[in-house]
T-cell receptor, first 113, second 110 residues
């Protein structure tokens, strides 16, 4: 069974601070996705990384896929209250399980003004 | 707006009652999914479909049934609701690079 472990589970910081969220597995994934979910809404896709070592930037968010495609990180620079939400990583393998996503349990981020 | 629409948004059921959750997508996606989200458990796959007329079991299928009679619709049924099925249910459809989720149905079984 493939598992994705996210850390930390909870994170409460002040506006302007930097933070990093980690997503780790013992399994290799074809691609890794990051989603953000706000209360009362469904997850929204932020980014997909597919190549080992790949780095993608989305404004103040930087996503990295590990060289071995087993782990990923999300770094937020100068966090803002609007970044508050549940961040989910999800791994996909195109070969095995019909390409179904395997989700981590999430990191709940609170950014205080 | 294009996307995934779920109905209803909220529902309270008594133990033993039945109901159907409806998911509709207008993006012509082949793959559709039903997840449940519980505190501390994350998103768990209930059933999924790889195209019209097909369905398959996910991680936690017991107590649920699904149907995909039309490509744009994916229905999730609870034949005899139990308190353990109290959860938030999400439907999603898939492109090559990611999923598009609906806004969820919050179901409480009392």
């Amino acid at each position: 069974t493939q598992l994705l472990e996210q850390s930390p589970q909870f994170l409460s910081i002040q506006e302007g601070e930097n933070l990093t969220v980690y997503c780790n597995s013992s399994s290799v994934f074809s691609s890794l996705q990051w989603y953000r979910q706000e209360p009362g809404e469904g997850p929204v896709l932020l980014v997909t990384v597919v190549t080992g070592g790949e780095v993608k930037k989305l404004k103040r968010l930087t996503f990295q896929f590990g060289d071995a495609r087993k782990d990923s990180s999300l770094h937020i620079t100068a966090a803002q209250p609007g970044d508050t939400g549940l961040y989910l990583c999800a791994g996909m393998n195109y070969g095995g399980s019909q390409g179904n996503l395997i989700f981590g349990k999430g990191t709940k981020l609170s950014v205080k003004p | 707006n294009a996307g995934v629409t779920q109905t209803p948004k909220f529902r309270v059921l008594k133990t033993g009652q039945s109901m159907t959750l409806l998911c509709a997508q207008d993006m012509n996606h082949e793959y559709m999914y039903w997840y449940r989200q519980d505190p501390g458990m994350g998103l768990r796959l209930i059933h999924y479909s790889v195209g019209e007329g097909t369905t398959a079991k996910g991680e936690v299928p017991d107590g649920y049934n699904v149907s995909r009679l039309k490509k744009q619709n994916f229905l999730l049924g609870l034949e005899s609701a139990a308190p353990s099925q109290t959860s938030v249910y999400f439907c999603a459809s898939r492109t090559l690079y990611g999923y598009t989720f609906g806004s969820g149905t919050r179901l409480t079984v009392v």
